[in-house]
């Protein structure tokens, strides 16, 4: 993005059962899981972190 600085990203998979995928039971089945939601607890306080460095 023009004039701004990225100091972190986030992503987490989810159950995909679009198109095809749904005729196989989709695609990353069970997330988001426990793991997961854990991460994006964190994410917030490693963003705050950074932006103090």
Same mark, same amino acid.
């Given at each position: 993005?023009? *004039?701004?600085?990225?100091?972190?990203?986030? *992503?987490?998979? *989810?159950?995909?059962? !679009?198109?095809?995928?749904?005729?196989? @039971? *989709?695609? !990353?089945? @069970?997330?988001?899981?426990?793991?997961?939601?854990? !991460?994006?607890?964190?994410?917030?306080?490693?963003?705050?972190?950074?932006?103090?460095?």
């Amino acid at each position: 993005m023009k *004039g701004y600085t990225v100091i972190g990203e986030f *992503g987490c998979a *989810g159950w995909n059962t !679009n198109s095809f995928l749904k005729y196989f @039971g *989709g695609l !990353n089945k @069970g997330k988001p899981d426990a793991e997961d939601l854990r !991460n994006v607890e964190a994410f917030p306080r490693d963003l705050l972190e950074k932006a103090r460095e």
